[in-house]
C-alpha cells in the first residue's frame, strides 16, 4: 500500500538546547536534523510531505523548502503539543477532500532515522492490519521517553510521558519513538477529540491512540537498531549520538579497506568516499562530498571539506576546500587552499602555502611561504618562497599567468594582470609588472645603500 502522506513535525524551539535557532537546524555530520529526516522519509514517496512549523517558522520552513520544493508547510497555531502539530496538518491535508491510506508521522530530532527503518515500520504496518502502528525501541536508560505500556498479550494499551509516569511505568524500558504510521480514517477520528489535561497542559498526540483502539487495533514495531531513532533533545545526547555514530563510519571503512590509524580524532561525514589503501591519520575531519582515492595519504590534523584527492596524493596538516588534489600530489604542512584550485599530477604546495583559484601544472611545485590567487601555473615550474601574486586591484581580482618550465626566485610579486611565458628565470625579490616573453630572465633592479653609524653609541 502506497504512503498517501508523511507529517514531519518541526514545531518545536528544543529549549534544552539552549540555542538561539530551532533545534531541527543544528547539524548531524554535516546535514541539519531536518534535512536529514525530510531525507528518510522522501525516500519512502509518500503523496504529499508535510512540515509542521512554529518556532522561527518562516526561518524552518524556508530551509524545509531549500531541501524539497515541493514540500507543504504547515504552520502549527499557539495550541502547543504534537498532537495540536497533527491536528493542524490534517486539516491542511483534508481541506480539498477526504485522505485515505496510509499516514506517516515522524519527529524531526532524530538525525539517524533511516528509511529502511520506515519502510520496514510501513511494511509491518501495512500487513498487520492495524488502525495505527507505533515505532518503539528498547534502551537500558529511558530517561526522557515516553514508555509503551502493554497489556498481558502484548498490545498496546497506551504511551506515558515521563512526566506523567508513575513508578512502575517509569521502569518500563520500551520506548516511544515519536514515530507513527496511523490509517488516515483513523487518525482524523483519533486527533478529532484530544485534550490537553495533562501536567504539561499539551495536546499529546500520543494520547490519540486510545481512540485509534476503538477504530482498529494499534501495534507496535520494534527499531532493529536503538540508535536510528534515538532524539536529541540537548548537546550532551547530540555529541555522544554524533561520536557514536562516526565510530560506526569509521568501522565500515576500515572494514572496506581503508586504514583509520585512530577513530576516536577521525571524522568523517556520510557523504564522504574513500578509497582502497588510503590511510587517514589522528586528527582529520573529512566532511562535505570529498572523495579520497587509492593509496592516498591524508593527515594528521587535516581538514578537507568537499575536496577530491586522486590516488597517491599526500595532504598533510593542511586546510583543503573545494579544490582537486591531482594523482601523487604533494600538500602540506600547514597549507591553506580555499575553493577553485586545480593541482595536477605529482603537483606540491608546501608549508605556509596559501591558494585560492589557482590552476597548478603537473610537477610544478610552490614549496613554501606563498600566496597564488586566480593564477595558472604551467608543467614544472618552480616558484620560490615567498612569492606572491598580487591579484586585487581594490576593486577586480585579476590573473596571472606563469608559463611551464619556469624557475621563479625568492621574494618575488607578480602585480595582476600579468603573463610570463615559458621557460622564464626571474631573480630574487623581482617584482613583475609586465608580460615576459618566453626564454627570457627577468629581474628587478635594486640599489643597496649602507648607512654607517646608524646605531648610536649608547645602543651598541
Not at 167 to 177: G, I, K, P
Amino acid at each position: 500500500m502506497a504512503l498517501s502522506a508523511a507529517i514531519i513535525l518541526a514545531a518545536g524551539e528544543g529549549t534544552r538546547m539552549r540555542s538561539n535557532k530551532p533545534k531541527v537546524l543544528h547539524t548531524f555530520a554535516g546535514k541539519t536534523f531536518l534535512n536529514r529526516v525530510m531525507d528518510s522519509v522522501s525516500a519512502l514517496n509518500p503523496g504529499t510531505l508535510a512540515v509542521v512549523v512554529r518556532f522561527q517558522g518562516e526561518r524552518v520552513a524556508e530551509t524545509a523548502r531549500s531541501y524539497n520544493e515541493n514540500v507543504t508547510i504547515v504552520n502549527q497555531d499557539d495550541k502547543p503539543g504534537t498532537g495540536r502539530a497533527v491536528q493542524c496538518a490534517m486539516d491542511e491535508l483534508t481541506a480539498n477532500g477526504e485522505l485515505t491510506g496510509s499516514v506517516l508521522i515522524a519527529a524531526s530530532d532524530m538525525p539517524l532515522l533511516d528509511s529502511e527503518t520506515l519502510g520496514a515500520l510501513l511494511d509491518f504496518h501495512n500487513k498487520s492490519g492495524n488502525g495505527a502502528t507505533v515505532l518503539t525501541t528498547v534502551l537500558d536508560d529511558p530517561t526522557g521517553y515516553g514508555r509503551i505500556i502493554r497489556d498481558s498479550e502484548g498490545n498496546v494499551l497506551r504511551i506515558v510521558e515521563q512526566k506523567d509516569a508513575n513508578s512502575s511505568e517509569l521502569a518500563v524500558h520500551e520506548v516511544n519513538t515519536s514515530v507513527y504510521v496511523f490509517d488516515a480514517a483513523v487518525l482524523t477520528k483519533a486527533i478529532a477529540g484530544l485534550k490537553s489535561d495533562n501536567a504539561q497542559g499539551e495536546f499529546y498526540l500520543t494520547d490519540a491512540l486510545e481512540t485509534a483502539k476503538q477504530e482498529s487495533a494499534v501495534g507496535a514495531f520494534a527499531a532493529p537498531d536503538p540508535l536510528s531513532v534515538e532524539g536529541v533533545n540537548d548537546r550532551v545526547q547530540l555529541a555522544a549520538l554524533a561520536k557514536a555514530h562516526n565510530i560506526r563510519v569509521c568501522e565500515q571503512w576500515m572494514r572496506a579497506g581503508v586504514d583509520i590509524l585512530d577513530p576516536q580524532t577521525t571524522w568523517i561525514e556520510d557523504d564522504v568516499q574513500i578509497g582502497r589503501d588510503a590511510v587517514i591519520l589522528p586528527g582529520s575531519f573529512l566532511q562535505g562530498h570529498t572523495v579520497i582515492g587509492e593509496n592516498a595519504v591524508v593527515g594528521p590534523y587535516t581538514t578537507l571539506i568537499d575536496a577530491v584527492v586522486d590516488d597517491d596524493a599526500v595532504v598533510e596538516r593542511s586546510r583543503v576546500q573545494e579544490s582537486h588534489i591531482g594523482r601523487g600530489a604533494n600538500i602540506g604542512p600547514w597549507t591553506y587552499l580555499r575553493p577553485g584550485n586545480e593541482f595536477g599530477e605529482g603537483a606540491k604546495a608546501g608549508a605556509f602555502v596559501e591558494m585560492k583559484k589557482a590552476h597548478i601544472g603537473n610537477g610544478t611545485k610552490v614549496p613554501h611561504l606563498s600566496y597564488v590567487g586566480d593564477a595558472e601555473l604551467g608543467d614544472h615550474t618552480n616558484i620560490g618562497g615567498g612569492t606572491i601574486t598580487a591579484n586585487y586591484d581594490g576593486v577586480h581580482k585579476n590573473r596571472t599567468k606563469i608559463g611551464a618550465g619556469c624557475h621563479v626566485g625568492a621574494g618575488n610579486l607578480f602585480v595582476a594582470p600579468v603573463e610570463v611565458g615559458d621557460n622564464v628565470t626571474t631573480g630574487a625579490g623581482s617584482v613583475v609588472r609586465h608580460e615576459v616573453p618566453s626564454d627570457s630572465m627577468v629581474y628587478s633592479e635594486n640599489t643597496q645603500h649602507n648607512v654607517e653609524g646608524w646605531k648610536p653609541a649608547w645602543e651598541r
